[in-house]
């Protein structure tokens, strides 16, 4: 009775539809199996045998019939799923968080799976799911299976070798860029690449400029061709602040800013980026005592196995909302963004890339640019039109050597 689908009441009408399944599964497969597949970079999440039973008949026997609603997503049944949120994807297992905040370990329906290969990344952290209850069959321990993943609003991805999306965080709202004004030195490209991240994923950048407390009058230099750009680092919040980005200033030394951080966290879900010591852990802490980011950047040997390491962790806040540490991820490799579409992630150029006299121009060295026109009249920044053609040249250079 568990886990049939059937055994609800539709709301819509429903529709069938026929799943295949992808591997000849008439020898059933032992555990041991399946780790060799996931080991050797198969990164498909299994469903317990103990629920499904495909009958042994050769081809036809491998599809099977089920009910799915207008998005072809497996239909509710409330009276036997319970709904839940994923915080964390390890090896074969999605935990996820049910609304008593009690934590389940399950695993991924194959029909699901199925319903999702166009995702590529079928369950993720921040998803919201149903799943079944299956403690009873391990002697009460909190086991489950996803049954059915809900639509996603937003999707931080990057791309991975072979140029095949990876959805790291799923529903995530808001992404906060932290930097530190000194100690590491403020890099403002590195904040254009997190706003164009957060950007293409649908999520809203917040800056958080830390350790307020060691501002000082230092030039922050990015380079160009031809001649150093000098800002102080007032001078690149001011500009983030004129762009109309959410700049936040901290200092978990002195305090400043931590209540404003602490209102821009409470009820959402924040992504958290920015470079190893810049200041998250020390921060969070500072706003949640005994909130200690739970894992560590990975090794580099980790990172080959990297299906069986933890890419993002989705840390319930005492005071309302999540933040997502993403400790897998390199802190510049948080997209998945064409060299083309960069343009519309610079927001400011958007209103004259129409006026360019050519439709395919990449505003670099074409004639007629009206984005550079707009650089030269000073209604674009130097130092923003400089960080685009530094992003251009870099997504180029990534998709040549995919
Ligand atoms: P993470 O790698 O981003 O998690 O950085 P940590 O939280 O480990 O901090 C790195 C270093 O910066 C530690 O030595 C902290 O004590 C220090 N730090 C963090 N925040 C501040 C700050 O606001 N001001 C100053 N002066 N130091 C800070
Ligand atoms: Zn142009």
Redesign the pocket.
């Known amino acids: 009775m568990r886990g049939r689908i059937d055994a609800m009441a539709p709301r819509r009408r429903p529709k069938k539809v026929r799943v295949d399944f992808r591997q000849n599964r008439q020898v059933r497969r032992r555990q041991d199996d399946w780790t060799q597949r996931y080991r050797a970079g198969e990164p498909d999440l299994i469903d317990t045998e103990a629920v499904e039973s495909v009958r042994a008949k050769g081809e036809l026997s491998r599809r099977r019939t089920i009910l799915v609603d207008e998005a072809d997503r497996p239909l509710v049944d409330e009276a036997l799923w319970r709904p839940g949120l994923v915080t964390k994807v390890h090896g074969l297992f999605c935990y996820v968080r049910d609304s008593a905040g009690q934590t389940w370990e399950c695993t991924v329906r194959r029909v699901v799976r199925t319903l999702l290969i166009q995702t590529r990344t079928p369950v993720t952290v921040g998803d919201r799911v149903w799943f079944s209850d299956h403690s009873e069959e391990v002697g009460g321990r909190p086991v489950g299976v996803i049954e059915r993943v809900e639509p996603r609003t937003s999707r931080l991805s990057r791309q991975v070798r072979g140029c095949r999306e990876q959805t790291i965080v799923a529903n995530a709202d808001q992404l906060l860029a ?1 930097v530190s004004v000194a ?1 590491p030195r403020l890099t403002p490209h590195l904040l254009d690449r997190f706003i164009v991240a957060a950007l293409k994923g649908g999520l809203r950048p917040v800056l958080c400029f ?5 501002l000082d009058d230092v030039p922050v230099i990015e380079t160009r061709e031809d001649r150093p750009l000098r800002m102080t680092a007032m001078d690149v919040i001011a500009e983030f602040q004129r762009l109309g980005y959410r700049c936040l200033c ?4 002195t305090g400043q800013g931590l209540d404003e951080l602490r209102e821009v966290l409470r009820d959402h879900t924040t992504v958290l980026s ?1 470079q ?8 969070l802490n500072a706003l949640q005592p005994g909130l200690n ?1 739970p894992t560590r950047p990975v090794s580099r040997e980790n990172e080959k196995g990297r299906h069986t390491t933890t890419l993002a962790e989705l840390i319930p806040l005492d005071f309302g909302g999540y933040v997502v540490d993403t400790p897998g991820i390199r802190a510049f490799e948080l997209w998945a963004v064409q060299p083309g579409e960069l343009e519309a992630y610079f927001q400011e150029f958007v209103p004259h890339v129409p006026q360019c006299r050519f439709k395919s121009c990449t505003h670099r060295q074409e004639e007629g640019c009206a984005v550079v026109a707009a650089v030269e009249r000073g209604a674009i920044s130097e130092r923003r039109y400089y960080s685009y053609l530094k992003m251009f040249s870099e997504l180029q250079a990534a998709g040549d050597s995919r």
């Open positions: 932290l100690q830390n350790k307020m407390d060691l901290t200092s978990a030394v920015g190893s010591g810049v200041g998250k852990s020390t921060l980011l």
